[in-house]
C-alpha cells in the first residue's frame, strides 16, 4: 500500500521569503499522480499543483513549484514571495487507481504553513 | 458553478442517533468519493463510488454506509454514531480521465 509521510507538522516563513514544504512517499508504482492541496482556515481543499511521475520536468503554477525526486521518491513544494493569504495546512496526496477508473487519494499528515508579517 | 455541495456544514449528534451526510455534485461527474478528516491525519476514504447504483468500500468504511441512487447524488450515512465518527467529512468527485477531484467545503460532525 503507497505511504504519504509529510515531516514538519509546522513551518513559518517571513512575508516574500521562500519556503519549501517536504513529502516523501512509498510505492511500488511506475506511473502515479501527486498533488499538492492547501487546507485554509475556511476548510476548503484547495488544490495547488500536480504532478505526473512520468514527466522529468516539475510542475510550476505562478508562486508555487516542485522539486520532484522520482528515484529518492520525493515531492516537495516550495512557495516563492510568500504571502499572507499563503497561510493554511498543506497536504501531499498520492493518486492511486482503483478499479474502473476511480482514484484513491492517500494523504499526508499535513504541514501548517504560518506567514511572519 | 456550484461545484460539489455538501449538506448540512455542522451537525451535533449523540451517540446512537442516525444520520445521512448528502453530497451534491452538478459537473456530470461518473466518480464520487467520501472522506474522513481527523485531527494531525490527512483525508481517508471512507467510499467511493464508480457510477450510478454502484459503491465500493475505502480505507475506513465500518460503521457508515452509502447509497448513489442518482449519479449526481451521493449520501454517507450513520446508523448508530459512535464518538470516534467525530469528523469532518469531505465528499469529492471527478470525471473520466486525468481530472484531479473536485471536493465540497467539508461537514463538521460532532458525536456526543
Known amino acids: 500500500a503507497q505511504t504519504v509521510t509529510q515531516s514538519q507538522p509546522e513551518m513559518s516563513v517571513q512575508e516574500a521569503e521562500t519556503v519549501t514544504l517536504s513529502c516523501t512517499y512509498d510505492?511500488?508504482?511506475?506511473?502515479?499522480?501527486l498533488f499538492w492541496y492547501k487546507q485554509p482556515p475556511s476548510r476548503q481543499m484547495i488544490l495547488v499543483i500536480r504532478q505526473e511521475a512520468y514527466k522529468q520536468q516539475n510542475a510550476t503554477e505562478n508562486r508555487f513549484s516542485v522539486n520532484f525526486q522520482k528515484a529518492a521518491k520525493s515531492f516537495s513544494l516550495k512557495i516563492s514571495d510568500s504571502q499572507l493569504g499563503d497561510a493554511a495546512m498543506y497536504f501531499c496526496?498520492?493518486?492511486?487507481?482503483?478499479?474502473?477508473?476511480?482514484?484513491?487519494?492517500?494523504f499526508g499528515q499535513g504541514t501548517r504553513l504560518t506567514i511572519n508579517p | 458553478n456550484a461545484g460539489v455541495t455538501q449538506t448540512p456544514k455542522f451537525r451535533v449528534l449523540k451517540t446512537g442517533q442516525s444520520m445521512t451526510l448528502l453530497c451534491a455534485q452538478d459537473?456530470?461527474?461518473?466518480?464520487m468519493y467520501w472522506y474522513r478528516q481527523d485531527p494531525g491525519m490527512g483525508l481517508r476514504l471512507i467510499h467511493y463510488?464508480?457510477?450510478?447504483?454502484?459503491?465500493a468500500k475505502g480505507e475506513v468504511p465500518d460503521g457508515y454506509n452509502v447509497s448513489r441512487l442518482k449519479k449526481q447524488n451521493f449520501l454517507l450515512g450513520l446508523e448508530s454514531a459512535a464518538p470516534s465518527q467525530t469528523s469532518v467529512y469531505f465528499c469529492?468527485?471527478?470525471?473520466?480521465?486525468?481530472?484531479?477531484?473536485?471536493f465540497g467545503d467539508g461537514t463538521r460532525l460532532s458525536i456526543l
Open positions: 463510488s464508480v457510477g450510478e447504483g454502484t459503491t
Open positions: 459537473m456530470n461527474h461518473e466518480y
Open positions: 496526496a498520492y493518486r492511486s487507481d482503483i478499479i474502473q477508473g476511480a482514484q484513491k487519494l492517500v
Open positions: 469529492a468527485s471527478t470525471g473520466k480521465g486525468n481530472q484531479p477531484q473536485h
Open positions: 510505492t511500488s508504482e511506475s506511473d502515479y499522480y
